[in-house]
């Protein structure tokens, strides 16, 4: 692309974002930490969902020092439903760094940026471009496909080295004084336009500069290799109520996959899995089975997927349970962090 032809680009995408751009309530603002919240929760979850979590969070936690220094099991219970949730561990660990390291000012530059937890090279763009106004590049599975399509680009988007590439060619291409402008409006492209199918080529403000519409092969772009399959898991989920009417609970590890939150017992079924394992596991007595098929559904992640089969039993307490597991009232449990398929599951109690 010469410079004539950049410029145009520039200019007809940051005229169509100022015309058409979403009304998002972290628009409004240009504050870092806020821009920094919503840029989190934005990652694999749709706008829609994360505007009402947007608003709650900062309500709750409206400076980065309320933050820094909730409880984690608070924190986990605002983020609840949203998924994914070391993203929120992450969040507040970096927002505590930046409190105690650089006086609650988020850092203006990449190499700070980067060092803090849970911030990578989009994040890290995504607040530089758009709260301090630098041309920095901010890359993501909207920006990949806009510009693999503009500039025909065939590399694999699913292989990690492919996006030094994507965040060479927005450093090429970025409006250098209306940088967070110009990032927004590629993300907000790649949303509502250039669509991942069925691309809206006749309403794209810059189709006359996009070499893939002009081959006629926007549909066979961006170039990505299937991932493999997802693993499967089998879980027999145990929803034991006691006498009193209390459910048993387990807390999560407090690291790995939704550590530190809570659920009903849950025995994977394995070719040697014994039928006492659950009573033993929890130091538990079933004294009747009150519905064995009490719900069935599947949890999908994106690297796995739970087959879940949950089952209503009454028990009886056999002296001390382990010490990560309790006995609560619906009351209590409805005040946890329960991850969503947990949840399911709790909405069919009540």
């Known amino acids: 692309m010469n410079y004539q032809y950049k410029k145009e680009f520039r200019h007809?995408?940051?005229?169509?974002?100022?015309?058409?751009?979403?009304?998002?309530?972290?628009?409004?603002?240009?504050?870092?930490?806020?821009?920094?919240?919503?840029e989190v929760m934005l990652q694999q979850t749709r706008v829609d969902t994360v505007i009402?979590?947007?608003?709650?969070?900062?309500?709750?936690?409206?400076?980065?020092?309320?933050?820094?220094?909730?409880?984690?099991?608070?924190?986990?219970?605002?983020?609840?439903?949203?998924?994914?949730?070391?993203?929120?561990?992450?969040?507040?660990?970096?927002?505590k760094e930046v409190v105690e390291k650089y006086n609650a000012v988020v850092p203006d530059n990449r190499h700070d940026l980067s060092k803090l937890k849970g911030i990578g090279p989009y994040t890290a763009g995504a607040i530089l471009s758009i709260a301090y106004n630098k041309p920095e590049h901010a890359v993501d599975g909207n920006v990949m496909r806009v510009l693999s399509?503009?500039?025909?680009?065939?590399?694999?988007?699913?292989?990690?080295?492919?996006?030094?590439?994507?965040?060479?060619?927005?450093?090429?291409?970025?409006?250098?004084?209306?940088?967070?402008?110009?990032?927004?409006?590629i993300m907000d492209l790649g949303a509502m336009i250039c669509t991942p199918t069925s691309p809206k080529c006749l309403l794209c403000p810059v189709r006359?500069?996009?070499?893939?519409?002009?081959?006629?092969?926007?549909?066979?772009?961006?170039?990505?290799?299937?991932?493999?399959?997802?693993?499967?898991?089998?879980?027999?989920?145990?929803?034991?109520?006691?006498?009193?009417g209390n459910y048993l609970l387990e807390k999560r590890p407090s690291e790995g996959l939704l550590a530190n939150m809570w659920q009903?017992?849950?025995?994977?079924?394995?070719?040697?899995?014994?039928k006492d394992t659950f009573e033993k596991q929890y130091n538990v007595h079933i004294k009747k089975y009150v519905n064995k098929d009490l719900l069935k559904f599947k949890h999908i992640f994106s690297h796995l997927t739970w087959e879940m089969e949950c089952i209503l039993v009454q028990v009886k307490q056999l002296e001390h349970l382990p010490d990560n597991v309790h006995f609560y009232s619906i009351e209590k449990i409805k005040e946890l962090p329960m991850p969503v398929m947990m949840l399911k599951i709790l909405n069919v109690l009540n």
């Open 149 to 185: 399509r503009v500039l025909h680009i065939e590399d694999d988007i699913a292989l990690p080295k492919t996006r030094k590439v994507f965040e060479e060619a927005v450093d090429m291409l970025i409006d250098e004084e209306h940088p967070g402008d110009f990032n927004q409006a």
């Open 264 to 274: 009903f017992p849950m025995i994977e079924l394995t070719k040697d899995v014994a």
């Open 208 to 244: 006359d500069y996009c070499i893939a519409f002009h081959e006629g092969d926007t549909e066979q772009l961006p170039l990505k290799s299937k991932k493999t399959k997802t693993k499967k898991v089998k879980y027999e989920v145990y929803v034991a109520v006691d006498e009193q």
């Open 52 to 95: 009402p979590y947007y608003n709650r969070f900062l309500e709750k936690y409206p400076t980065m020092q309320s933050l820094a220094y909730a409880p984690q099991e608070e924190l986990l219970k605002m983020w609840e439903g949203l998924g994914y949730y070391s993203r929120a561990r992450n969040l507040q660990a970096g927002v």
């Open 12 to 38: 007809h995408l940051v005229d169509w974002f100022n015309r058409e751009k979403r009304d998002l309530p972290w628009r409004r603002t240009s504050d870092p930490y806020k821009i920094w919240v919503s």
